[in-house]
């Protein structure tokens, strides 16, 4: 289980770094200002480069990834996301998977019982958290926007109304959180649950789990167990937005736990499997067009070949083919 406890523990050391370098140091502008930045600039140009390198790689063969009827004959029907035709059918289909997951809803997974005999069943619930995670984390992630404006732009506000909609608490509860520590649970419980899953697990698939779950847990508490002075944040958020390096206020160390883990994600992410975030508008799998019958793809590591017309194949054996006694173009 180490590849387990490791991520862990990195997380409780990351964990405990800001708290006693705050409390015991008084080095809040390094945790505060200096640290976000060099994660931000970290994430941004780390981000740039990877999209980058896999822009600038060729691909010559069409290589869409099919599961229905391909565009033919005008009287058999042509199923236009399974199989895209045209550029805005691909991007569709792409959109599709992004923000909902279609291939994983088909997903299946296979188990061998007594017998011996092979069983295949749905697996919708690895769909479901899936889609709870990201969709929580975009949610609060467009919640925490409020912090970068004075006014709170009016998308943010029906957020926050929608997502703390059963007023279970004071302060209020938000769904989401709750919905991404669920969904978080049970994404490392399925890791540890399977056999197999654990076997092809790394300790990279646990330690962004881990670390997410931490940026949740120490954010929670904020608002519901230790409570932190709110408009000093905001004020440290607005100087950090308007590129300001002054120094923050008195604020609890707790929150320099909570943006100390998000710069480490911020960081940790262009170079990590997180990549898939980017990546997945760039799979030739998916944004390319099925359309290899109507467009040639030309490999460019190809070497040039020069190709010879008919009639001047013709010319070189119109003698040989005549006593062979085969047709020819010309006399």
Known sequence: MKKVFMPLVMVAVLSCIPYI???HFGMGYLFGVIIPYLAVLLFVAG???RMYDWLSRPVPFCITTTCGQEKSLDWIKHQKLESPATKWQATLRVLMEVFFFRSLFRNTKAELHTGPQLAYASSKWLWMGGLAFHWSLLLIGLRHARFFFIEPPLFVQLIERTDRFFELTLPAFYMTDAIVLAAITYLVARRLRDAKMRIISLQTDFFPLFLIGGIVIFGMSMRYVA?????AIKALMLNLASFSFDAPGAISPLFYIHLFLASVLAAYFPFSKL????AIFLSPTRNLANN????RHINPWNKKIKFRTYSEYEDDYRD???KA??????D
Do not use: I, N, Q, T
């Open 21 to 23: 370098g705050v409390a």
């Open 47 to 49: 981000f740039a480069w």
């Open 227 to 231: 409570k932190v002075d709110v408009l």
């Open 275 to 278: 990549m898939h975030a980017g």
């Open 292 to 295: 290899s019958r109507e467009k």
């Open 320 to 322: 040989k083919m005549k």
């Open 325 to 330: 006694g085969l047709p020819v173009e010309k």
